[in-house]
């Protein structure tokens, strides 16, 4: 296949859905040569806050002068964006090969009756795996795509595990409360592998079970380590990270937001846990990468006079963070919204955490696909809670945004990471 034929695989790919299991990948990992086995790695889960804590860690270790492979999702424009070595994209050409490498494998099982036809995401986790190994990384950060337990990402031993939080979302398939979804994420901890958690309140004590069934040493944040604030700002922010009784240190990050704080102290965290292995990592390498770290579509400003704010907030905890940020940094300025979700989110639940009765929402759909909740009901929902216009498209909404906000004011591009992707490929 050349590139646009691989991509035109996986959107066909896409009429399979979400069928959780391990059956499928097991199978194809065997028939690869097992290259999940080839590489050192790090996991990581969590409701909100995997693609940050990824991201960190990966630019960190990459610091470190190595050679570091990053799988993440969803992309927001391009494919691409899922698999990277070192903060780079893989090309279209070895895209095109690993996709193509992994297709014959999935095809041929397919046809011996070896096992159902693999998912989209199947199919990528594999083809990453494979890329890792044939392009001899020293670490893979991966970051879980679903849960946990029945994730495809989950049949490695990860040198240390990572549940950012956990928060009601994808219920239908996670469980219909805390404890349940966060038993889900803490199928990923392994036998005597440490763990990393941003998990509080009712939803922690299952993944402390687990850590205890499996001996797995657990770090929470708030109790083993902490980040305290020391001056924030939507382009940058310090704080000091504070672990046991004789480690305080300051940071710096350009991820705004409180929760970015604690994800950065995760991923500080784990990374030096992966150090006491391996002496190339260093404190200065820490510092230097937290620094350096960015993480498109969250809390991302594009531009000023007026700002303009991207956030892919899709459920009400990636709303209430967005809401907290903006409370922070833009207590008193007009804020206008392009609005889009998918409905089978928490919509309504997002629209009353988010929007001020002061605040304009145009509401737009997030993507052409048919999950993308209609502009006009997105509207209707937000009532009188806001002013709200269902708009025909992105752009168009978009320009009006702006001039509603005026150079004083700001606007915000969220509900999705779907809207970002589209707002990206369309409008950045």
Request: charged residues 20%; proline residues 4%; glycine residues 8%.
């Amino acid at each position: 296949m050349n590139y646009q034929e691989s991509i035109a695989y996986l959107e066909s790919l896409g009429q399979f859905g979400i069928r959780l299991g391990m059956e499928r990948i097991q199978q194809l990992l065997f028939v690869l040569g097992h290259p999940e086995n080839q590489v050192k790695t790090v996991h990581v889960a969590g409701t909100n806050g995997k693609g940050s804590v990824t991201t960190m860690i990966s630019t960190i270790l990459t610091e470190a002068g190595l050679r570091v492979g990053k799988f993440t999702s969803p992309h927001l424009v391009r494919y691409n964006e899922r698999i990277q070595i070192n903060e780079k994209e893989i090309s279209d050409e070895d895209f095109a090969k690993v996709l193509t490498t992994v297709r014959d494998f999935a095809d041929d099982l397919v046809k011996k009756g070896a096992c159902e036809q693999p998912t989209q995401f199947e199919i990528l986790t594999a083809a990453a795996f494979h890329y890792f190994a044939i392009s001899q990384v020293d670490y893979a950060i991966i970051e879980v795509g679903l849960g946990g337990l029945w994730d495809s990402t989950n049949l490695i031993k990860p040198l240390v595990s990572v549940i950012t939080n956990v928060a009601l979302d994808h219920t239908k398939v996670l469980g219909s409360t805390l404890e349940e979804i966060a038993l889900q994420k803490a199928g990923i901890i392994k036998e005597n592998v440490p763990v990393v958690t941003g998990a509080s309140g009712r939803a922690l004590p299952p993944i402390q079970v687990m850590s205890a069934v499996k001996q797995a040493p657990i770090y929470v944040y708030g109790q083993s380590f902490r980040g305290e604030e020391v001056s924030s700002s939507i382009e940058r922010q310090a704080f000091l990270l504070k672990a046991g009784t004789n480690y305080t240190s300051e940071y710096e990050i350009q991820l705004p937001g409180v929760h970015q704080i604690a994800n950065a102290s995760l991923a500080i965290v784990a990374v030096k846990i992966v150090s006491k292995q391996d002496a190339r990592i260093t404190e200065e390498h820490l510092h230097r990468g937290a620094a350096r770290t960015k993480w498109p579509g969250r809390l991302e400003k594009i531009s000023s006079a007026p700002d303009v704010i991207l956030d892919g907030a899709h459920n009400p905890d990636g709303a209430e963070a967005l809401r907290n940020a903006l409370d922070k940094y833009y207590p008193e300025k007009k804020r206008c919204f392009v609005f889009g979700m998918m409905a089978d989110k928490d919509v309504d639940e997002v629209i009353r955490i988010l929007f001020r009765p002061s605040d304009t929402v145009f509401t737009v759909r997030a993507d052409e696909g048919p999950r993308a909740a209609k502009a006009e009901d997105l509207a209707e929902r937000i009532g009188s809670q806001a002013a709200a216009s269902p708009v025909g498209d992105v752009l168009q909404a978009y320009t009006m945004a702006c001039t509603k906000a005026g150079t004083d004011g700001i606007v915000c591009v969220c509900g999705s990471l779907y809207l970002v992707g589209t707002f990206k490929a369309e409008c950045d």
